[in-house]
């Protein structure tokens, strides 16, 4: 799995619902990066993990209920997630990998998540690996 979990979302018409923010182990917290974020959408759980050792993205489905074993913070109400929380995801695609890569369902180096559809004001959030963790940024729907 992979990336393709965000498309059947998308395909689903997912409304994400909660971001949570896997605890950094002893650091100080930063809404925009992470060493992981579950994100909760009407259709299922969603987690993207940094994996340092191939330097890309783990997206992986989490079973209702299963726990994680780590300490969640939810990102609700900070930036950017507050402006998506309740919003359907329109399109998502791979970031920084080539189309090969994400047909394999390997790992990539970024997702590009649209909520919302192109004539309903836009947002898009893209999540990348960045220096061992996933960095979360809030694009502008124009430049994509």
Known sequence: MGIELFERAAENGGRILRVE??????????????????LTLDVGRILVAANPKTGGLVISQIPAGEELGVRLLALDEEEPWWRVVGNPIARVWPVGSDETTRES????????????????????????????????????????
């Open 21 to 38: 923010q896997l605890s950094p182990p002893g650091g100080s917290t930063d809404a925009s990066r992470g060493p992981g974020y579950l």
């Open 105 to 144: 369902g390997a790992e990539v180096r970024g997702v590009r998540l649209q909520f919302r559809a192109d004539h309903e004001n836009p947002k898009l959030v893209s999540l990348g690996f960045d220096d061992d963790q996933v960095r979360v940024v809030l694009e502008d729907a124009h430049d994509a």
